[in-house]
Nanobody, 125 residues
Framework: QVQLVESGGGLVQAGGSLRLSCAAS??????MAWFRQAPGKERVVVAT????????YYADSVKGRFTISRDNAKNTIYLQMDSLESEDTAVYYC????????????????????WGQGTQVTVSS
């Protein structure tokens, strides 16, 4: 099992930037992702990254503004969020699952077994 701890959320003005971090408790091979959930809405994928870091996926709503990355030496992934919009306001969750082979992209919450507690991001307009 792996425990995930997010940090870096907060309040920012529209157009600003934040960087989220997610530290994993182990160095095992995990594909990881960021999801977000706004009040009254379903949890949806923001970005995913494979264990190797070679492949990443972005939701259309954040392409060109957000960047997912990872540092396996620190067991940590990051989400750099630039040009933030009020619509980005949500609780952001880090998720992980054992590294998978193949080229499929995993974007559904049910496809991840491990979750962090979430960190609030609020963008004021």
């Amino acid at each position: 099992q792996v425990q995930l701890v997010e940090s870096g959320g907060g309040l920012v003005q529209a157009g600003g930037s934040l960087r989220l971090s997610c530290a994993a408790s182990t160095s095992s091979r995990y594909d990881m992702a960021w999801f977000r959930q706004a009040p009254g809405k379903e949890r949806v994928v923001v970005a995913t990254i494979t264990w190797s870091g070679r492949r990443a996926y972005y939701a259309d709503s954040v392409k060109g503004r957000f960047t997912i990355s990872r540092d396996n030496a620190k067991n940590t992934i990051y989400l750099q969020m630039d040009s933030l919009e009020s619509e980005d306001t949500a609780v952001y969750y880090c998720a992980a699952d054992s590294a998978r082979w193949g080229d499929d992209v995993y974007i559904l919450p049910d496809e991840y077994d491990y979750w962090g507690q979430g960190t609030q991001v609020t963008v004021s307009s």
